[in-house]
Each structure stands twice: as structure tokens, then as C-alpha cells.
């Protein structure tokens, strides 16, 4: 869409409010609020805000900056219907001087991608996240009582988040979003609902915006939605599954049937890529304390670095479909990362792996979980990080993965996190007291 086209759908939709939106670094979704009258300004990059009281943005003497916003996000919000039309726009960050801000997660993906074109190559991504329903307190607070006791792909009367989730999906279709499959997941209370296959810029935002809607559906029927990796113990965590390929002049370049599994050369590098920098970009594919959680052996969630054709226990899968649909499945993030920066982190990871054409292993046809510690030692098979600290330490030592997030954007996050994991690291948690406190 064209600025003026914005103009011009904002009048026919006797729209009253905009939302300007974007994430700071952690993902979490900022919004500045405008009277519709102020679009035009808007749309010409006029709009000033206070990055200073953004995480990890910039210091209050450095904290004018703007709002760029890209026409092609304009939608609707559909629930403010009756209360004066809202829509919005995603937007990236500019300095004063218009260039690019640094710190700006949505324009470091589009950094990257660019450098995926300047090599040949289109980005097309297709997400799979899953999240939690559980019920509200008298007061309407969250708890952690799950809506059912359904399980995968079951059906109501079991499943009571049904209806949640049917509107989040109406939701998302009325904005304009692909929706190509939603099912109840393996844990009571947890749902997925998959996204067509589309560009790595446009994926990041569907998934800022989803999870937007899915806790305002979710607070109208009462529920509570969160993206929390593992709010339950003893069940499956929730992840964010990012099915992934490259496509080039003549076509998708992941697609060779002339090569084992129908993988071609770039597929086989692109995965290689992965697998070197696995370890430095889970900190920003699972970015909090309770991600690695989720990342433990027994519950369908990878923990081991390695890749397969059809078996789902390595980090990587590579579905059977082929042809235009090849691609690979990244099975390791979990939709609590910032999409942007989770997005720009692995194709650079793949991207390298074309640079530099890593030696990639067989793919693994048994169920890694089931080997004894030395079978995956002698295939050279590695673990994931174990804790956000450990995988805070990868990331330091990671200059691909660092590059992809620039300097700005990794110091900040890396000390954001650090904070965190003190924080942690000094409470004494109700775990302990159950453990010790009668015992010693």
C-alpha cells in the first residue's frame, strides 16, 4: 500500500485512532496513539517519541527519535468496533537525522534480509506458535487452572478454549492474516495456530500481532493467554516452530530432486549454518529463565543439536513435503522471543552456513532422547544450552550472531538478561523452602 492508499482506507473506515506500534528489544509491543487526523504526519516519518523510556533504546540525553511506519501493516483492530474505529501501523525506528536507528529490532531483521538479497535470495517463513488458555480468578487475575483436560487435537466438548480460539483466528482473517491451521496441542489448556508461508518481514509482524490479539480475544472469553515457554510442570512447554527457506531466480532453492531427500546444496549449507550457531542464537530464540525449562529431554521440545527427515527430536526437521514446499522446521524457539530478532538471528545463522559451508553430519533417523550419552558423543552430537546464563555465554562468543544483532542491540540485551538472571539466581524460590526447610 501506498501512503496515500492509507489515507484513503482510514477515511472509507471512518477510522478515529491509530496505533503506531513497534517492540523494544525484549519484544515487548510499545504504541503510540495518534487522532487519525494526525496520520498524514504520521506516514511522513513526523512522529517523535521518547526512546529513553524504551528498554534498551537510548539514554535520556540521547532519547528524541521516530516513527517510520510501513504502510503495508495498516489494518483494523477489529474489537474497537462501537468505540471509535482503532487501526494501526508497525513501525521502525529512525534517528533525527532519518537513518536507521541501532536499536530498532524490527530494522535489524530487515538488515539482514537485505543481505540475503544482495546474495540471491528471498526469505519466506512460516510460524507455528503455541501458547496457553487458563482460567481467571473472582478478581480476574491469571492463574495457571487450564480451560480443559483435552488433549492433541481433540475436539469440544473436551476442549473449552475452542471458541477462544476459533475468534482469535476470525480475529486475525478480518486483519487480513493467512491462517492455515489451528488444533488443540499435546497439554491441557494449549493450543496452535499456524500461519501461511510468507516473507521473513511480514512473518515477524504476524506474530507480534497475534500474540496481540490472542490475549484480547483470550481476556473476552475470559481466559488468559500467555506465551510463557513452560508455565506448567510436568507437561509440554510451548514453542515456536519457524519453518524456513531460501528462494532464488528460479524458484525454491531449498528443492533438488536430484539429491538425497531432495535437498539441495544450499538447503544442506543453509542447515549447516544452523547447527555451527546454534548454541550463540538460543539466547535471543529463548530468551527468559523459564525458556529452558522447556528445553529439557521428555517433553517433544529439542535439546540436541542435530538434524533429520521426519523425526522430530532433533533441533531441525525437514518435512516431507517437496518441490516448491521444501523447506526446513527449526523446532528449538519458543514464542516468548522477539520474533525480529529470533528471525534475524537464524538466517544469518543459515547464511553463514553458505559463506562458509560447514560440514553437516547424516541426518539422525532415531530418537535422540533414547541414545546413551557416548552414542551422541561418538556422532558428535551436541547439547543445547542448558540455562539463559550458559546461553548468554555462547552468545558473547558468537561474532555471527552478534553481528546480526550489532552492537547496540546485543550489549543491551545481554545486560537486560544478565540483570535477570541475578535476579533469579538471588530468590529463594517456594521449590527450595518445599525441599529444605523441614529437612536441615
Same mark, same amino acid.
Given at each position: 500500500?501506498?501512503?496515500?492508499?492509507?489515507l484513503?482506507k482510514?477515511?472509507?473506515?471512518?477510522?478515529?485512532?491509530?496505533r503506531?506500534?513497534f517492540?523494544?528489544?525484549l519484544?515487548?509491543v510499545?504504541?503510540?496513539?495518534?487522532?487519525?487526523k494526525?496520520?498524514p504526519?504520521?506516514l511522513?516519518?513526523?512522529?517523535m517519541?521518547?526512546g529513553s523510556s524504551?528498554?534498551?533504546?537510548?539514554?535520556i540525553?540521547e532519547?528524541?527519535?521516530?516513527?517510520a511506519?510501513?504502510?503495508?501493516?495498516?489494518?483494523v483492530l477489529?474489537w474497537?468496533?462501537?468505540t471509535g474505529?482503532t487501526a494501526?501501523?508497525m513501525?521502525d525506528i529512525k534517528?533525527p537525522?532519518g537513518?536507521?536507528?541501532?536499536?530498532?529490532p524490527?530494522?535489524?531483521?530487515?538488515r539482514v534480509?537485505?543481505e540475503a538479497?544482495?546474495?540471491?535470495?528471498?526469505?519466506?517463513?512460516?510460524?507455528?506458535?503455541?501458547?496457553f488458555?487458563?482460567?481467571r480468578?473472582?478478581e480476574?487475575h491469571?492463574t495457571?487452572?487450564?480451560?480443559?483436560?483435552a488433549?492433541?487435537?481433540?475436539?469440544? $466438548?473436551?476442549? /473449552?478454549?475452542?471458541? !477462544?480460539? +476459533?475468534? #482469535?483466528?476470525?480475529? &486475525?482473517e478480518?486483519?487480513?492474516f493467512?491462517?492455515?491451521a489451528t488444533?488443540?496441542e499435546?497439554?491441557?489448556g494449549?493450543h496452535?495456530?499456524?500461519?501461511k508461508?510468507q516473507?521473513?518481514?511480514?512473518?515477524?509482524?504476524?506474530?507480534?500481532?497475534?500474540?496481540?490479539?490472542?490475549?484480547?480475544?483470550?481476556?473476552?472469553h475470559?481466559?488468559?493467554?500467555?506465551?510463557?515457554?513452560?508455565?506448567?510442570a510436568?507437561?509440554?512447554?510451548s514453542?515456536?516452530?519457524?519453518h524456513?527457506s531460501?528462494v532464488?531466480?528460479?524458484?525454491?532453492a531449498?528443492?533438488d530432486?536430484k539429491? $538425497?531427500?531432495? /535437498?539441495?546444496r544450499v !538447503?544442506? +549449507?543453509? #542447515?549447516?549454518g544452523? &547447527?555451527?550457531?546454534?548454541?550463540?542464537?538460543?539466547a535471543?530464540?529463548?530468551?527468559?529463565?523459564?525458556?529452558?525449562?522447556?528445553?529439557v529431554?521428555?517433553y517433544?521440545a529439542?535439546?540436541?543439536i542435530?538434524?533429520?527427515?521426519g523425526?522430530?527430536?532433533?533441533m531441525?526437521?525437514?518435512p516431507?513435503?517437496?518441490g516448491?514446499?521444501?523447506?526446513?522446521?527449526?523446532?528449538?524457539?519458543?514464542p516468548?522471543?522477539?520474533?525480529?530478532?529470533?528471525?534475524?538471528?537464524t538466517?544469518?545463522?543459515g547464511?553463514?552456513?553458505l559463506?562458509?559451508?560447514?560440514e553437516?553430519?547424516? $541426518?539422525v533417523?532415531?530418537?535422540v532422547?533414547?541414545?546413551h550419552?557416548?552414542?551422541?558423543?561418538?556422532?558428535?552430537i551436541?547439547?543445547?544450552?542448558?540455562?539463559?546464563?550458559?546461553?548468554?555465554?555462547?552468545?558473547?562468543?558468537d561474532n555471527?550472531i552478534w553481528?546480526?544483532?550489532?552492537?547496540?542491540i546485543?550489549?543491551?540485551?545481554?545486560e537486560?538478561k544478565?540483570?535477570?538472571?541475578?535476579?533469579?539466581?538471588?530468590?529463594?524460590?517456594q521449590?527450595e523452602?518445599?525441599q529444605y526447610?523441614?529437612?536441615?
Amino acid at each position: 500500500m501506498t501512503k496515500d492508499e492509507v489515507l484513503k482506507k482510514a477515511r472509507d473506515l471512518n477510522v478515529k485512532f491509530v496505533r503506531l506500534q513497534f517492540t523494544d528489544i525484549l519484544g515487548i509491543v510499545k504504541n503510540v496513539a495518534i487522532p487519525v487526523k494526525a496520520l498524514p504526519m504520521a506516514l511522513e516519518g513526523q512522529m517523535m517519541f521518547d526512546g529513553s523510556s524504551i528498554e534498551g533504546f537510548v539514554r535520556i540525553e540521547e532519547s528524541d527519535m521516530y516513527l517510520a511506519p510501513d504502510p503495508n501493516t495498516f489494518t483494523v483492530l477489529p474489537w474497537t468496533a462501537g468505540t471509535g474505529l482503532t487501526a494501526r501501523l508497525m513501525c521502525d525506528i529512525k534517528n533525527p537525522d532519518g537513518s536507521p536507528f541501532q536499536g530498532c529490532p524490527r530494522s535489524t531483521l530487515k538488515r539482514v534480509l537485505q543481505e540475503a538479497r544482495d546474495m540471491g535470495y528471498e526469505v519466506m517463513v512460516g510460524p507455528e506458535p503455541e501458547f496457553f488458555l487458563f482460567q481467571r480468578d473472582a478478581e480476574g487475575h491469571p492463574t495457571v487452572q487450564t480451560t480443559d483436560e483435552a488433549g492433541y487435537f481433540d475436539l469440544s $466438548p473436551s476442549d /473449552l478454549g475452542e471458541d !477462544a480460539r +476459533r475468534d #482469535i483466528v476470525l480475529t &486475525m482473517e478480518e486483519m487480513g492474516f493467512e491462517i492455515e491451521a489451528t488444533h488443540h496441542e499435546v497439554s491441557p489448556g494449549q493450543h496452535e495456530i499456524d500461519f501461511k508461508y510468507q516473507d521473513a518481514l511480514a512473518t515477524a509482524d504476524a506474530i507480534v500481532t497475534f500474540r496481540m490479539v490472542a490475549r484480547t480475544v483470550a481476556r473476552r472469553h475470559g481466559f488468559h493467554a500467555t506465551f510463557m515457554p513452560k508455565p506448567i510442570a510436568g507437561v509440554n512447554g510451548s514453542g515456536l516452530h519457524l519453518h524456513q527457506s531460501l528462494v532464488g531466480p528460479d524458484g525454491n532453492a531449498f528443492w533438488d530432486p536430484k539429491q $538425497p531427500h531432495g /535437498l539441495s546444496r544450499v !538447503a544442506i +549449507r543453509y #542447515i549447516s549454518g544452523l &547447527m555451527a550457531h546454534a548454541r550463540g542464537f538460543t539466547a535471543i530464540t529463548n530468551p527468559l529463565i523459564n525458556s529452558y525449562k522447556r528445553l529439557v529431554p521428555g517433553y517433544e521440545a529439542p535439546v540436541y543439536i542435530a538434524w533429520s527427515t521426519g523425526n522430530r527430536s532433533p533441533m531441525i526437521r525437514v518435512p516431507e513435503s517437496k518441490g516448491p514446499d521444501t523447506r526446513i522446521e527449526l523446532r528449538s524457539p519458543d514464542p516468548s522471543c522477539n520474533p525480529y530478532l529470533a528471525l534475524a538471528v537464524t538466517i544469518k545463522a543459515g547464511l553463514d552456513g553458505l559463506k562458509h559451508r560447514y560440514e553437516v553430519p547424516p $541426518p539422525v533417523t532415531r530418537n535422540v532422547y533414547r541414545m546413551h550419552e557416548s552414542e551422541r558423543r561418538e556422532l558428535g552430537i551436541e547439547r543445547l544450552p542448558e540455562s539463559l546464563h550458559e546461553a548468554l555465554a555462547f552468545l558473547e562468543e558468537d561474532n555471527v550472531i552478534w553481528e546480526a544483532l550489532g552492537d547496540h542491540i546485543a550489549q543491551r540485551f545481554v545486560e537486560a538478561k544478565r540483570l535477570e538472571w541475578d535476579i533469579y539466581r538471588h530468590e529463594v524460590h517456594q521449590w527450595e523452602l518445599d525441599q529444605y526447610l523441614t529437612v536441615y
